[in-house]
């Protein structure tokens, strides 16, 4: 099975904090208040629910999960692994987590970073709403 991808459209807010040491989410809730400190983008056009089933079943497999986020020339790459627990079928949130627990929005567990840990030049234009966002999710 080769490599897929999916692609998600975000953008910014003026609460992105991005602080929390575990976790990373991107939501499809276009206000977000000051306690999600794992919030790095709001507005998106896709939650785990949305992903193509195909996309959903290889991440099921465990094959890594690597998250590229892109806001402007500013680069960072999230890796994890998928899971068979995963449901992936949140409908409004997708959530990247260092450790091994799994809910309805992970994504991917045993990740390499979590929002505290995107580069701050990043995460400093991801608090502007006017930010656009460019993730990719690629499997394999």
Avoid: Q, W, Y
Wanted: charged share 30%; net charge positive.
């Amino acid at each position: 099975m080769g490599k897929a991808i999916e692609l998600i459209t975000a953008r910014g807010h003026p609460m992105v904090k991005a602080t929390h040491p575990t976790t990373l989410m991107i939501t499809r809730d276009r206000e977000v208040g000051p306690r999600g400190d794992c919030i790095v983008a709001v507005a998106a056009d896709k939650a785990v629910a949305d992903l193509n089933h195909t996309f959903k079943r290889s991440i099921r497999t465990g094959r890594p999960v690597r998250v590229t986020f892109k806001v402007g020339d500013a680069l960072a790459t999230v890796n994890g692994f998928g899971h068979p627990d995963l449901a992936l079928d949140n409908k409004t949130d997708i959530v990247l987590r260092k450790s091994m627990f799994r809910c309805d929005r992970t994504l991917a567990i045993k990740a390499d970073k979590a929002a505290a840990d995107l580069p701050k030049d990043l995460i400093s234009r991801l608090r502007d709403p006017a930010t656009k966002a460019l993730i990719s999710i690629e499997v394999g």
